[in-house]
């Protein structure tokens, strides 16, 4: 069962072991952890895990989450703070159902929370909220963002450019998209999956524009490539993109890390540019207990964390936790293999 749900600010208990594998968060479910470094502090933007009655289905409609609450830590290792909820579901002008995986972005002291959730008429949109504090709350902006589509938003700073990364397979519904156009009847998770021997489909990006509410430009596809430079090919299943794409920069070099959906991994792949094209490397994470595997990477003090997570707690894969574990890079650039365990 769900452990009790407090929306009031607390602390968890803190152990070093916090940053090695153990659950951040225990006393609500969390998941698809997103994380960056505001005011000297680690903050956390995960989905909030409920239980709930909805079936599951290959469209993740039991993930049907209600509002986000956000977290933070003064360093790894330290008490999580919950900040309590920071947006609600009812107060987004536009959306009907499911929460799913959010970020965040700072921009001049104000605070920018980008969301997905599916329209009234039950199509993923990605939508922002504004908030004068990293913690919330955010006050949704009434309408999605234009030329946005699927799910699984993330943000990413490069100097003083601010990019939106998106997108999402099966319950995702990038595949329902053609030249980012929705196509007319595609309903279900494979509709529109490119054949097995097909170019996979690819997370999009675009930069943010000035009021960081609106894109900059069209939004364009992110080539991942393999070892002969060919695009990933949708049969690719343990190596082509599935959902939560993620990007930092590492050296200089532009690294793409995504979920592989069904099989589990979390990929990555590095370019030269946040546009790509990206070839793959490797994976940054094993498979998780659980179906989905969502993440995030950041720096704190000259050290990289992995965030993610797992089912430890409940055992059930709509009820997530959250946790963190050091990163560590190789000579050449390449990234470690997180093994899992609890
Ligand atoms: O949390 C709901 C969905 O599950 C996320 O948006 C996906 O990335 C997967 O983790």
């Known amino acids: 069962s769900q452990p009790q749900d407090k929306n009031q600010t607390m602390e968890a208990d803190s152990t070093a072991s916090k940053f090695t594998h153990a659950p951040l968060v225990e006393h609500m479910y969390t998941a698809d952890p997103s994380a960056h470094v505001f005011e000297g502090k680690i903050f956390i933007y995960p989905s909030h895990d409920i239980e709930t009655d909805v079936a599951q289905d290959d469209m993740g409609s039991h993930f049907d989450m209600k509002d986000y609450h956000v977290f933070s830590m003064e360093k790894p290792g330290a008490p999580v703070i919950d900040h309590g909820v920071a947006l609600k579901l009812e107060d987004v002008p536009w959306a009907g159902r499911q929460l799913w995986a959010p970020d965040a972005a700072e921009k001049a002291g104000k605070y920018y929370l980008y969301f997905p959730a599916k329209d009234k008429q039950d199509i993923f949109k990605i939508g922002v909220a504004v908030s004068d504090r990293p913690e919330g709350p955010f006050k949704a902006e009434p309408e999605p963002i234009t030329g946005t589509f699927s799910m699984d938003p993330s943000a990413f700073q490069d100097g003083e450019e601010y990019y939106l990364l998106w997108g999402g397979i099966w319950g995702g519904q990038l595949q329902w998209y053609e030249d980012q156009k929705l196509v007319e009847g595609r309903k279900g998770p494979t509709d529109g999956i490119p054949a097995p021997d ?14 960081m509410t609106e ?34 920069k590492y050296n200089g070099k532009y690294y793409l890390s995504y979920s592989t959906g069904d099989t589990h991994f979390i990929a990555y792949a590095i370019g030269d540019t946040p ?12 498979p998780v207990e659980g179906w989905t595997n969502h993440h995030s990477i950041v720096e704190f003090e000259g050290k990289w ?20 574990a050091e990163l560590t890079y190789l000579p050449d650039g390449k990234i470690e293999t997180v093994k899992p365990m609890k």
């Open 275 to 286: 546009y790509g094209p990206f070839t793959y490397q490797g994976n940054v994470l094993d």
């Open 215 to 248: 894109l900059a430009e069209k939004p364009q596809e992110i080539l991942i490539l393999d070892e002969s430079g060919e695009p990933i090919k949708a049969g690719d299943n343990s190596r082509r993109f599935f959902e939560a794409a993620w990007m930092h």
């Open 305 to 324: 964390y992995l965030f993610y997570h797992d089912t430890q707690l409940s055992g059930d894969t709509p009820l997530r936790n959250i946790k963190m």
């Open 198 to 211: 097909q170019k996979a489909l690819m997370p999009y990006i675009a930069k943010l524009g000035s009021s």
